[in-house]
């Protein structure tokens, strides 16, 4: 057995999948990453996938697809290239496309260490435990508003604005989705919106129905909050996370 | 004024569990001392620098858009053996792979995680969004209009990063693989390695 067999036997479980697997088989044994070995890669991995059904470890469905694209590059380049029919794909693509991927999850793979090297950082260092106080950046702002508050305050909306018509007719129809970013963006800009505003520019009933959903789906999603500063009172909404809205 | 200032500062930074925005902190001072208002930032600066030179316990720091106040890192080990809850590595390396990745390349789909990955990534972004370090930011327009996720401001609290813009380029990873020459083994499975060992040991020392 080669001595790439030997270190696999402890390192299996570290594997986070067939790209990592083959990273590693390419790495220790210092193989330039775009001039694979196809042929030899091919059997170390296939005996590295031996050992683990040996040590009884779970394979998961990837590395059996990946042993059989290695298995495919390999008997393609063992056929003269005219026998090849014109949909397959050549050796050489199914190589360019396989070292692109691994080139690709191989910076991702840096980018992780890179966090666990910040996470280290960071966990020298320790701020008050989150649930302790419960604080709000708008602090006037503290009573948390109930759907029934909102339910109240929509139908006060509705009330003011019975003379609109129940639906107009536009090139494009008003989406609960298109209304939960134009509320994002609100927020990003101002940091909070009182309730009731967000209706000001609604012209149809149609339209407040579908703002007041997009509300209650953003509050479901959590990237918002709805505040009163006193029961029964307006109601401000506020961004869950003011600074990653601004962020995004 | 200036004294006052730097306790009202120090008392709110000390109160909030999260980072605090400049505005809010402004707000809040100003509502206490309207003369503040013309001064703020170069108060502010003042009391991050007397932080500093006092060399306390505490240390203001720059995170996710705002400002908190820290133990210092000299202060860790104490402070560790204080908590009862040992703080280990909370993240395997798959979870910081999918973060990696989500970082990066926010909005993204589960299947365009995968495809990067090339291995199963739903355990770990359930996990992830329990965690609240990723949130959903909608869907994606398509077949089946899969979830879009992106990370939040705890995944910033959690790598003591200001903003997304603070991590480095991807391309700065790229220079760091060596392209042809040894690779240095398995760095990060050594380190989780001895990491797993130092915390066995501080079990023993516990035994003792």
Redesign the interface.
């Known amino acids: 057995m080669d001595p790439v067999s030997d270190q696999l036997r402890v390192k299996l479980e570290l594997f986070e999948g067939p790209l990592d697997l083959l990273l590693h088989l390419i790495r220790t044994q210092h193989i330039d990453i775009a001039a694979i070995p196809i042929a030899k890669i091919t059997r170390q991995y296939l005996e590295t996938i031996r050992i683990m059904k040996e040590l009884d470890l779970d394979i998961a469905g990837e590395y059996l697809v990946m042993a059989s694209t290695l298995i495919l590059i390999k008997s393609r380049m063992l056929l003269p290239p005219s026998s090849q029919g014109d949909n397959d794909e050549s050796a050489e693509v199914m190589q360019a496309e396989l070292v692109r991927r691994l080139k690709e999850y191989e910076v991702f793979k840096e980018a992780g260490q890179h966090l666990h090297h910040l996470e280290q950082e960071r966990q020298l260092v320790c701020a008050r435990p989150t649930d302790e106080i419960e604080t709000d950046v708008h602090t006037e702002w503290v009573i948390e508003a109930s759907l029934v508050d909102l339910l109240k305050s929509l139908r006060d909306i509705l009330d003011r604005k019975q003379d609109l018509p129940h639906h107009v007719v536009r090139s494009k129809p008003v989406s609960v989705r298109s209304r939960m970013s134009a509320i994002l963006k609100i927020l990003s800009e101002r940091g909070s919106v009182i309730f009731r505003d967000l209706f000001s520019e609604c012209d149809s009933r149609q339209d407040i129905i579908g703002t007041f959903l997009a509300v209650l789906e953003l509050m479901r999603l959590q990237a918002i909050r709805a505040r009163q500063r006193k029961m029964f009172g307006d109601i401000r909404l506020v961004a869950y996370r003011p600074d990653e809205v601004a962020g995004t | 004024m200036r004294e006052r200032f730097f306790s009202l500062c120090e008392a709110l930074l000390?109160?909030?569990?999260?980072p605090?925005?400049d505005?809010?902190i402004r707000d809040?001072l100003i509502e206490e001392e309207p003369a503040v208002a013309d001064v703020f930032d170069t108060l502010f600066d003042d009391f991050r620098q007397w932080i500093t030179r006092r060399e306390g316990g505490v240390?203001i720091?720059r995170v996710?858009?705002?400002w908190?106040?820290?133990?210092?890192?000299e202060c860790?080990d104490a402070?560790?053996r204080l908590?009862t809850r040992r703080?280990t590595?909370?993240?395997s390396?798959?979870a910081?792979?999918v973060?990696?990745?989500i970082?990066?390349r926010?909005p993204i789909t589960t299947p365009e995680i995968e495809t990067?990955?090339?291995?199963?990534s739903s355990g770990v972004l359930k996990n992830l969004l329990d965690k609240k370090l990723i949130?959903?930011?909608?869907?994606k327009k398509g077949p089946g209009n899969p979830l879009l996720y992106?990370t939040?401001?705890?995944f910033?609290?959690?790598?003591?990063?200001d903003?997304?813009e603070t991590?480095?380029d991807?391309t700065e990873?790229?220079e760091?693989?060596?392209?042809?020459?040894?690779?240095p083994?398995?760095?990060?499975?050594e380190?989780s390695e001895a990491m797993e060992n130092e915390s066995e040991e501080k079990i023993t020392d516990e035994d003792d």
């Open positions: 000390f109160v909030s569990p999260e605090l925005p505005t809010v809040l240390m720091v996710a858009g705002g908190q106040m820290v133990t210092r890192p860790a402070v560790s908590k703080q590595a909370r993240f390396r798959a910081l792979e973060l990696a990745i970082a990066y926010q990067i990955r090339g291995v199963d949130t959903i930011l909608g869907r992106g939040t401001d705890q910033l609290i959690a790598f003591g990063l903003s997304l991590l480095p991807l990873f790229e760091l693989i060596p392209r042809d020459g040894p690779s083994g398995l760095p990060f499975g380190r």
